[in-house]
T-cell receptor
Framework: AQKITQTQPGMFVQEKEAVTLDCTYD???????LFWYKQPSSGEMIFLIY??????QNATEGRYSLNFQKARKSANLVISASQLGDSAMYFC?????????????FGRGTSLIVHP | DAGVTQSPTHLIKTRGQQVTLRCSPI?????VSWYQQVLGQGPQFIFQ???????GRGNFPDRFSARQFPNYSSELNVNALLLGDSALYLC????????????FGDGTRLSIL
């Protein structure tokens, strides 16, 4: 079974500073993918970044980067130069082969508040 | 191009009633998944459909059912509603079954009185 753990219920960061949101995972699959989604108060889940288990380089997408440490089973999201619009819930998720269903498992989320 | 659209946006029901939620995937997407997100938690997988067939089912009671139509739109049905069914119901689509990431709609907020 897959499990995602996000231990930070809430995080605060000053505008223009960098922030790291923690995510650890557990799986017996050798092939898997890790995702981060942003959920504003409006409700929709916005895809931010993806890391495959066999990717050798850490994924980056603009101000978002994923610090992937496979041995530690961690996939932390780093947001550089925080903006007020980054205030939202952030969810870490993973998917594995799981019999071919590719069903993602989500963590409980971290609430990020960016202060001006 | 339109994203994933869900209807209705909000819904209020009473215990014991039945509800149908609707989802239209992004044009060309063949896979649709449904999630339940209770306040303060991450989304929990309910169903996945691909080419009109159920390809995955989460740990939800038989009161929950779904189907996918030839145009790839989907409906989620919940019977005998309980207070605990109050949640945001999210629909997500992808081109193929295993494609990631999935693209999510804005969800339907269901409140049970």
């Amino acid at each position: 079974a897959q499990k995602i753990t996000q231990t930070q219920p809430g995080m605060f960061v000053q505008e223009k500073e960098a922030v790291t949101l923690d995510c650890t995972y557990d799986t017996s699959d050798q092939s898997y993918g890790l995702f981060w989604y942003k959920q504003p108060s409006s409700g929709e889940m916005i895809f931010l970044i993806y890391q495959g288990s066999y990717d050798e380089q850490n994924a980056t997408e603009g101000r978002y980067s994923l610090n992937f440490q496979k041995a530690r089973k961690s996939a932390n999201l780093v947001i550089s130069a925080s903006q007020l619009g980054d205030s939202a819930m952030y969810f870490c998720a993973m998917r594995g082969p799981s019999g071919g269903s590719y069903i993602p498992t989500f963590g409980r989320g971290t609430s990020l508040i960016v202060h001006p | 191009d339109a994203g994933v659209t869900q209807s209705p946006t909000h819904l209020i029901k009473t215990r014991g009633q039945q509800v149908t939620l609707r989802c239209s995937p992004i044009s060309g997407h063949k896979s649709v998944s449904w999630y339940q997100q209770v306040l303060g938690q991450g989304p929990q997988f309910i169903f996945q459909y691909y080419e009109k067939e159920e390809r995955g089912r989460g740990n939800f009671p038989d009161r929950f059912s779904a189907r996918q139509f030839p145009n790839y739109s989907s409906e989620l049905n919940v019977n005998a509603l309980l207070l605990g069914d109050s949640a945001l119901y999210l629909c997500a689509s992808s081109l193929e079954q295993g494609d990631q990431p999935q693209h999510f709609g804005d969800g339907t907020r269901l409140s049970i009185l």
